[in-house]
């Protein structure tokens, strides 16, 4: 074991990105200094715990100063999101402790747990409220939640090449093989929701509840949903594990929701299904948002659940339609519909063989097909699509000379989105990508690449000149953002039975 001094300390810190709050929390109150990297780990963790802890209370303190509705909204969603980094944090401590998780999966929950801070402080610049979470932003957490990613880093990139990815993860039992393929799916399912006169579930939500309230243990819980069209916003939370959406299909199997950022609720709290939990599930079914595109931000799903799988649905929005917030997601064989930042959000996440389409947006709006939202350079996050279709869907088709319809902006410094064998059509502008407003805000810092897609709008001669737009020719870069490597899916997808590509 290397012996250690003050000097080695302080020279640790100053490889993270905020050195001081690195030292303060070593030397602050600590009896003993760490004696090596894998105890500043350690120790840098639990003083990022500790700083949560605090943070929380400060949250608390605020929930007697919501006077008003978007008060209450914004306290509602810092309050869930710090818990949520608690939690995170705590299973990342615990996980490393005892050598029961990789330092890929440490990555993403440290990627999550920024990102839930980063959520709350956007949320109340939305609705003007900056000065109203300002105790939880100078609380110093997000801070040391990055000198978090920069120390684990340092420890992926020693384990990556070697790392082997586990068959099927804890979540996954022998029964959810085959799940989401299989007809006989429908005959497992623990409850049925049904709107047919004497159903003893009318609505999702009350199956969710009785869900909560049995000891059901880790096991998967499958809520069949039988065709209707159920108006319901539903939050799936952390308590919440391996719930599983079973429709008749996505024609026929509709959940919608109409609340918008118009309407006095931030883009978060928007959404008509918000899920949580890790390991979820979804198979024919449809998640809509009806406020249209003239009431703003208005989100059709929300998922922060890591190991989730979004198979044969649809998503039907204008402006923000999925919000991939957090954590590692697959979407397979999926329509999605929208007008500006159609995709957005800060997880690791693959969209495969989905149709993705543009409609008609408001008068003088752009469409934006993503926004990712990648806030740390060490965070391990992107969108990824590939062996997709872009298109325009049939309401912008008769306009679509007089709608500019761009693949992504960035919506945040680290922003970071690829396209890769994917059709393009006619609709999407020459440049491909669009600037943050009238600025060069992340031009050098993002990462947006292209590679071997096709049709009419691949061409990549007049996209943008900036330093951190890629077009790929190298399938070794590429493949960094494939099912295997950005989300770790070779082994927890083939649990599933989800047909997937794991490379190019």
Same mark, same amino acid.
């Given at each position: 074991?290397?012996?250690?001094?003050?000097?080695?300390?302080?020279?640790?810190?100053?490889?993270?990105?905020?050195?001081?709050?690195?030292?303060?929390?070593?030397?602050?109150?600590?009896?003993?200094?760490?004696?090596?990297?894998?105890?500043?780990?350690?120790?840098?963790?639990?003083?990022?715990?500790?700083?949560?802890?605090?943070?929380?209370?400060?949250?608390?303190?605020?929930?007697?100063?919501?006077?008003?509705?978007?008060?209450?909204?914004?306290?509602?969603?810092?309050?869930?999101?710090?818990?949520?980094?608690?939690?995170?944090?705590?299973?990342?401590?615990?996980?490393?402790?005892?050598?029961?998780?990789?330092?890929?999966?440490?990555?993403?929950?440290?990627?999550?747990?920024?990102?839930?801070?980063?959520?709350?402080?956007?949320?109340?610049?939305?609705?003007?409220?900056?000065?109203?979470?300002?105790?939880?932003?100078?609380?110093?957490?997000?801070?040391?939640?990055?000198?978090?990613?920069?120390?684990?880093?340092?420890?992926?990139?020693?384990?990556?090449?070697?790392?082997?990815?586990?068959?099927?993860?804890?979540?996954?039992?022998?029964?959810?093989?085959?799940?989401?393929?299989?007809?006989?799916?429908?005959?497992?399912?623990?409850?049925?929701?049904?709107?047919?006169?004497?159903?003893?579930?009318?609505?999702?939500?009350?199956?969710?509840?009785?869900?909560?309230?049995?000891?059901?243990?880790?096991?998967?819980?499958?809520?069949?949903?039988?065709?209707?069209?159920?108006?319901?916003?539903?939050?799936? #939370?952390? $308590?919440?594990?391996?719930? *599983?959406?079973? /429709?008749?299909?996505? &024609?026929? @199997?509709?959940?919608? %929701?109409?609340?918008?950022?118009?309407?006095?609720?931030?883009?978060?709290?928007?959404?008509?299904? #918000?899920? $949580?939990?890790?390991?979820? *599930?979804?198979? /024919?079914?449809?998640? &809509?948002? @009806?406020?249209?595109? %003239?009431?703003?931000?208005?989100?059709?799903?929300?998922?922060?659940?890591?190991?989730?799988?979004?198979?044969?649905?649809?998503?039907?929005?204008?402006?923000?339609?999925?919000?991939?917030?957090?954590?590692?997601?697959?979407?397979?064989?999926?329509?999605?519909?929208?007008?500006?930042?159609?995709?957005?959000?800060?997880?690791?996440?693959?969209?495969?063989?989905?149709?993705?389409?543009?409609?008609?947006?408001?008068?003088?709006?752009?469409?934006?097909?993503?926004?990712?939202?990648?806030?740390?350079?060490?965070?391990?996050?992107?969108?990824?699509?590939?062996?997709?279709?872009?298109?325009?869907?049939?309401?912008?088709?008769?306009?679509?000379?007089?709608?500019?319809?761009?693949?992504?902006?960035?919506?945040?410094?680290?922003?970071?989105?690829?396209?890769?064998?994917?059709?393009?059509?006619?609709?999407?502008?020459?440049?491909?990508?669009?600037?943050?407003?009238?600025?060069?805000?992340?031009?050098?810092?993002?990462?947006?690449?292209?590679?071997?897609?096709?049709?009419?709008?691949?061409?990549?001669?007049?996209?943008?000149?900036?330093?951190?737009?890629?077009?790929?020719?190298?399938?070794?870069?590429?493949?960094?953002?494939?099912?295997?490597?950005?989300?770790?899916?070779?082994?927890?997808?083939?649990?599933?039975?989800?047909?997937?590509?794991?490379?190019?």
């Amino acid at each position: 074991m290397e012996s250690h001094n003050d000097d080695d300390v302080s020279r640790w810190c100053h490889t993270t990105p905020h050195p001081k709050h690195c030292m303060y929390s070593l030397f602050h109150g600590r009896a003993h200094l760490p004696r090596n990297k894998s105890e500043f780990r350690m120790v840098s963790l639990e003083a990022a715990l500790d700083q949560a802890h605090i943070t929380r209370g400060c949250a608390t303190n605020l929930e007697k100063l919501c006077l008003g509705k978007r008060k209450k909204e914004v306290w509602r969603d810092c309050y869930k999101l710090v818990n949520n980094t608690i939690i995170l944090l705590n299973q990342t401590l615990t996980g490393l402790k005892n050598n029961k998780i990789s330092d890929f999966d440490a990555q993403t929950w440290l990627s999550a747990a920024l990102t839930n801070l980063q959520t709350c402080f956007s949320g109340s610049r939305e609705v003007n409220l900056t000065s109203f979470v300002s105790p939880i932003k100078t609380s110093n957490l997000t801070e040391m939640i990055s000198n978090n990613l920069a120390i684990n880093q340092v420890f992926l990139n020693q384990t990556q090449k070697s790392d082997k990815m586990e068959d099927f993860p804890i979540w996954v039992t022998k029964k959810d093989r085959k799940l989401m393929q299989s007809a006989s799916i429908y005959k497992r399912a623990n409850v049925t929701v049904s709107q047919a006169k004497g159903s003893f579930f009318k609505t999702i939500q009350s199956a969710l509840d009785y869900a909560a309230s049995i000891n059901r243990g880790e096991g998967r819980f499958i809520i069949y949903i039988k065709r209707g069209v159920y108006r319901e916003n539903i939050d799936i #939370g952390n $308590d919440m594990k391996n719930i *599983m959406f079973l /429709g008749d299909g996505l &024609r026929y @199997t509709i959940i919608t %929701g109409d609340r918008s950022m118009t309407g006095g609720f931030t883009t978060y709290s928007t959404a008509t299904v #918000g899920v $949580d939990g890790t390991g979820f *599930m979804a198979r /024919g079914i449809t998640f &809509r948002n @009806t406020a249209g595109p %003239g009431k703003g931000q208005a989100v059709a799903l929300r998922s922060a659940s890591d190991l989730s799988v979004f198979y044969a649905c649809s998503f039907e929005g204008y402006q923000d339609t999925i919000f991939t917030l957090s954590q590692r997601q697959f979407y397979k064989l999926c329509y999605i519909y929208g007008t500006v930042d159609i995709i957005f959000g800060n997880a690791a996440v693959v969209f495969q063989n989905c149709m993705i389409l543009a409609r008609r947006p408001l008068n003088g709006q752009a469409n934006m097909i993503t926004a990712q939202g990648r806030g740390d350079p060490f965070q391990n996050t992107g969108i990824s699509i590939h062996n997709s279709r872009v298109m325009a869907a049939p309401d912008l088709q008769p306009v679509v000379g007089s709608v500019r319809t761009y693949l992504g902006r960035p919506w945040q410094e680290y922003s970071r989105t690829v396209f890769m064998k994917t059709f393009i059509d006619t609709h999407v502008n020459p440049q491909g990508w669009s600037p943050w407003g009238n600025t060069d805000f992340a031009f050098s810092t993002l990462y947006f690449g292209e590679y071997a897609n096709f049709g009419p709008g691949a061409a990549t001669r007049d996209r943008v000149k900036w330093p951190g737009y890629h077009i790929i020719d190298s399938p070794s870069e590429a493949s960094q953002f494939t099912v295997e490597r950005l989300i770790s899916g070779r082994g927890w997808l083939r649990a599933t039975e989800v047909p997937f590509i794991a490379g190019l």
